[in-house]
């Protein structure tokens, strides 16, 4: 059984930055793939960023987002720069038995969600 908490979500302005974290439960984390995805108001949730040995990102996110993980403390964190209006959305932290995968059937496991809110 894993439970995800996540946190540091807010209000920022458009170019600055943010750092979501996701606090996991579970004895085997380590095993699981971690990832974020996000979704804003009347739209499909989408995927973002994947994380176990390697990474993997959305385009619209890529060389602005890092996913990262602590396996010591049962963290993964999403560093958030560059924000742009268009990344306004809920994001959810998630964790699977998978390899990277930008699929969400793919992920068992699913927090309550953050809201990141970036302003013009």
Do not use: H
Not at 37 to 42: K, L
Not at 71 to 99: F, H, I
Request: aromatic letters at 14%.
């Amino acid at each position: 059984q894993v439970q995800l908490v996540e946190s540091g979500g807010g209000l920022v302005a458009t170019g600055g930055s943010l750092r979501l974290s996701c606090a996991a439960s579970g004895r085997t984390f380590s095993d699981y793939t971690m990832g974020w995805f996000r979704q804003a108001p009347g739209k499909e949730r989408e995927f973002v960023a994947a994380i176990y040995r390697s990474t993997l990102y959305a385009d619209s996110v890529k060389g602005r987002f890092t996913i990262s993980r602590d396996n010591a403390k049962y963290t993964v964190y999403l560093q958030m720069n560059s924000l742009k209006p268009e990344d306004t959305a809920v994001y959810y932290c998630v964790a699977g038995r998978t390899y990277l995968s930008s699929n969400l059937r793919q992920y068992a496991y699913w927090g309550q969600g953050t809201q990141v809110t970036v302003s013009s």
